[in-house]
C-alpha cells in the first residue's frame, strides 16, 4: 500500500495524475474557504475567502526570491572550501 | 521523599552500566531505563524534592509542577524513540553519551535552583559535545569542539548571570524573574538565549548538528533547544524582547534553509525556525501563549526527531548528505519516505497532525493578544516550513534526478523508531486532547473549526504550488551559507594571525632587547648577588652556625645515656609543673 502511494508520487508514469489531482485540490480548497463560516473575523484578512490561498502563494514566492537574492548578490552563499 | 525517583537519575546512573552489557542483554537494558523513567514521569506528583543547602545555599533538586511535567514527559518519550534508534550501535560511548544528555536535561527541567540547574546545564553541554567527537571525522571533530566552546562560553556568562543575580536578589531559588530585571537577570536570559539558539546566537546549532553521528543528531535535536525553551518559559514569561527574537528566528531559520544544501543543516535551520514559534509564545505569555509554546514544544522534539531519524536514515544508507548529490531514492526507501513525509507534514501543520494543534495555538495567541504582525510572520514562516521540510528536502532527497544511488531500507531498529515518532504525530493530530490536558494552564481551545482548516490548507497547497512552478530556482546549489559562525572561525583565524606575526614579533623583539640590554645587567648585577652573599650572609649563616654546633657540643656533655637520668628528669619537670601550677592556680 504504501509502495504503491509513495510510486505515485515519484513515478513519471503519473505526472498527469498526479498534476490533475493537484489543481483539483487547490479549487476544492479555495471554494470550501468561501463556504466556512467565519464568525469571529477579528483581522482585515481573516474575512477575505480565499485569502490564505493569496497569502500562501505570496509568502512562498516572496521567500525563495529574497533568501536566494540574499544568498547571491548579499554574499551569504559561498564555496564550499571557504573556511578551509 | 520516598515515593519520587528523579528521572534525571535513573539515566545519568543508568549509564554507569551500559559499557558492562553485551548483545540482548544491553538492548533490552537501553530500552528498559528509559521506559521506567517514562514511568516514573507519569507517577509523579507535583512537589518540591530534596532540598537541602550548599555554601550556605538553599537548594532545590527537584521541583516539579505541570510545566516540568510536559517537558519531562516528552523528554523521556523521546529518550526511548532516540533509543530504539541508535539499537544497532554495538559500541558504548554513544549510548552513554545519550544517557548523561537525556538526565542532564531532565535534571533542568526539575531543577528548583539556579546551581542544580547549572550542574546540568553543563552536564548537556559536554554529553552532547560527545555525540559529534563520535562522529570520528576531522570535520566532525572541529565542529564539536566549536561547538564546545560556544556552550562553555554560554556556561560561564550563565554562572555570573547566576551569582550576580543570585546576590542582587538575595535567593537562588529559580523561577519566575518578572519586576528585578537586573543585569544579573539579563546575562542568564542571554544564557538562556544562546542555547535556544535565538540569531545570532543561533550558528552552534546548525554548525553541530549536521556534523554529529546520524544517531546522535536525533537526540540533539531535541534536548538542547527545547530545555532552554523550559527554562525561558520558567523565568521570562511575558518578556517583551523575546515576541520580536522569536518572530525573526522564525524567519532567519526558514531563509538560510532556501540556501541549504546538507539535509541535515536544512532541518536544523528549521528548528531555528519552529524554536521561534515557542520563543514569541512565551514572550507573549498569556496563558494561550505559554500553552502553546509548551504543546509546540511537545510536538516538535517528536516530528523533528522523525525528520532527522529520516534524513539519517539516509546518510546511514547511502552514505551521502548533500541534496546536490542525492535523488531517487523513492524506489528503494518507500517506507523512509511515507515515515518522513510523517513528519514533514507534523512540521507544516497539515490538519490532523499534531503541528496543527500546537502551532495554531501560538499563532492565535499572538492574534488574541492585538499582533497582526507577529500572526502574519509567523504565517509566513509556516508556508517556508512546508516548503522547505515538506517539499524541497524530500522532493531532492527521494525524488528528483535518480542518481541510480545503491540504497535499501535502514535496519529494523530505525524504521521501528520512526514508526513510534509517525505514530505519536498523527495521534496528538487527531486526539489534542490528552496534550491539551497535560498544559501548565487549563485549555480553551478548538483547533479543528472550518476555517482554520480551509485557512491553514490555502496556505500550504498555495505554498505547493509555488514551489511547482518556481522549481527550478530552488535547485540546491553546491555551496555553504555565511552565518553569524562566521565571526568566530575567522575571528580565530584573526587571532591565530595575531598570535603569530604580530605577537610573535614583539615577542622577538622582547628577547633582542634583553639579550642585548637586560641580560648584561641581570649578569652583573647576578654577580654582585654572589659577592654580597658570599662576603655579607655567608659570614651571618656561618657564625649561626658555628655558635649551634658548639651549643650542641655543650648539649652533648650534659647526656648520659642512662636511661634512669632521663626518667629522673622527667618525673622532676612534672613535679615541677605541678609545683608551678598549685602556686600561680591558688
Redesign the interface.
Known amino acids: 500500500m ?2 504503491r ?3 505515485f ?2 513515478d513519471e508514469r503519473h505526472a498527469t495524475r498526479r498534476r490533475r489531482l ?1 489543481y483539483l ?2 479549487v476544492l ?2 471554494a ?2 468561501f ?4 464568525e469571529h ?3 482585515l484578512w ?1 474575512g477575505l475567502p ?8 505570496g ?10 537574492f ?2 547571491h548578490q548579499g ?6 572550501d ?2 578551509d | 521523599m520516598t515515593d519520587f525517583v528523579h528521572p534525571a537519575l535513573l539515566f545519568i546512573l543508568g549509564a554507569v552500566a551500559i559499557p558492562f552489557l553485551e548483545g540482548v542483554v544491553r538492548k533490552v537494558y537501553l530500552v528498559l531505563i528509559p521506559l521506567l523513567a517514562i514511568f516514573a514521569v507519569l507517577a509523579i506528583e507535583p512537589g518540591s524534592y530534596g532540598a537541602t543547602a550548599f555554601i550556605g545555599q538553599e537548594i532545590l533538586i527537584a521541583k516539579v509542577d505541570r510545566l516540568s511535567i510536559v517537558f519531562a514527559t516528552v523528554f523521556t518519550i523521546m529518550a526511548l524513540i532516540g533509543m530504539v534508534y541508535a539499537l544497532h550501535l554495538t559500541r558504548a560511548g554513544q549510548h552513554v553519551a545519550a544517557f548523561v544528555y537525556v538526565g542532564s536535561a531532565l535534571g533542568v527541567v526539575f531543577a528548583g535552583d539556579y546551581l542544580t540547574l547549572y550542574f546540568f546545564w553543563e552536564g548537556m553541554a559536554f554529553a552532547s559535545a560527545y555525540l559529534v567527537f563520535a562522529q570520528g571525522s576531522e570535520k566532525a571533530t572541529r565542529a564539536a569542539f566549536r561547538y564546545l566552546m560556544v556552550h562553555v562560553t554560554g556556561g560561564v556568562a550563565l554562572l555570573g548571570g547566576i551569582l550576580v543575580h543570585g546576590a542582587a536578589t538575595g535567593s537562588l531559588l529559580f523561577g519566575p524573574i518578572e519586576s528585578n530585571m537586573g543585569p544579573g537577570a539579563y546575562v542568564i536570559l542571554a544564557g538562556f538565549l544562546l542555547n535556544a539558539a535565538v540569531p545570532p546566537l543561533n550558528a552552534w546549532l546548525t554548525d553541530a548538528y549536521p556534523e554529529a553521528t546520524v544517531t546522535g543528531a536525533v537526540f540533539m535535536s531535541a534536548f538542547t533547544t527545547k530545555t532552554a525553551v523550559y527554562v525561558l518559559a520558567r523565568a521570562f514569561p511575558g518578556t517583551e524582547l523575546l515576541v520580536w527574537l522569536g518572530t525573526v528566528m522564525a524567519l532567519y531559520g526558514v531563509v538560510y534553509a532556501v540556501l541549504e544544501n546538507d539535509c541535515r543543516r536544512l532541518l536544523a535551520y528549521h528548528i531555528v525556525s519552529q524554536v521561534g514559534y515557542m520563543v514569541a509564545g512565551v514572550g507573549i505569555g498569556t496563558e494561550l501563549a505559554v500553552n502553546g509554546a509548551t504543546s509546540h514544544a511537545f510536538a516538535h522534539i517528536l516530528y523533528k526527531g522523525l525528520l532527522f531519524m529520516g534524513a539519517g536514515a539516509v546518510i546511514h544508507v547511502t552514505g551521502r548528505r548533500k541534496l546536490t548529490e542525492l535523488g531517487g531514492l523513492y524506489k528503494t526507501m518507500p517506507l523512509t519516505v511515507a515515515l518522513y513525509m510523517v513528519g514533514a507534514f507534523a512540521i507544516s501543520a497539515f490538519p490532523f497532525f499534531s503541528g496543527f494543534v500546537t502551532k495554531s495555538m501560538v499563532v492565535a495567541a499572538a492574534g488574541q493578544d492585538h499582533r497582526a504582525l507577529v500572526m502574519l510572520a509567523l504565517t509566513m514562516a509556516s508556508s517556508g516550513t512546508f516548503l522547505h521540510t515538506g517539499l524541497k528536502l524530500p522532493y531532492y532527497m527521494f525524488f528528483g534526478t535518480d542518481r541510480k544511488l545503491e540504497a535499501r531500507e535502514p535496519p529494523r531498529n530505525m524504521l521501528v523508531a520512526m514508526g513510534m515518532a509517525a505514530a505519536l504525530c498523527i495521534a496528538i493530530g487527531v486526539f489534542p486532547g490528552p496534550l491539551y490536558a497535560l498544559l501548565p494552564y487549563p485549555v480553551d481551545f478548538e483547533p479543528y473549526t472550518g476555517a482554520h482548516v480551509t485557512e491553514s490548507l490555502g496556505i500550504l497547497m498555495f505554498t505547493a504550488l509555488g514551489f511547482v512552478i518556481f522549481l527550478k530556482a530552488l535547485d540546491p546549489e553546491n555551496t555553504i551559507s555565511l552565518d553569524t559562525d562566521w565571526f568566530y572561525r575567522k575571528g580565530a583565524r584573526g587571532f591565530m594571525w595575531l598570535a603569530e606575526k604580530p605577537l610573535a614579533r614583539y615577542e622577538k623583539a622582547v628577547s633582542d632587547a634583553s639579550e642585548t640590554a637586560v641580560l648584561p645587567f641581570l649578569h652583573g648585577s647576578a654577580r654582585a648577588g654572589l659577592r654580597l652573599d658570599l662576603n655579607g650572609v655567608d659570614g651571618v649563616v656561618n657564625g649561626v652556625a658555628r655558635s649551634i654546633l658548639n651549643g650542641g657540643g655543650k648539649l652533648r656533655r650534659l647526656q648520659t645515656g642512662v636511661v634512669t637520668h632521663y626518667a629522673l628528669a622527667m618525673i622532676a619537670g612534672v613535679i615541677a609543673a605541678i609545683v608551678v601550677f598549685a602556686v600561680v592556680w591558688r
Open positions: 504504501i509502495e502511494i509513495v510510486d508520487f515519484g493537484f485540490v487547490l480548497i479555495v470550501a474557504d463556504l466556512v463560516s467565519r473575523a477579528e483581522y481573516e480565499g485569502w490564505s490561498a493569496v497569502y500562501g502563494f509568502s512562498c514566492v516572496i521567500l525563495i526570491f529574497v533568501s536566494k540574499l544568498g554574499g551569504l552563499m559561498r564555496r564550499e571557504y573556511y
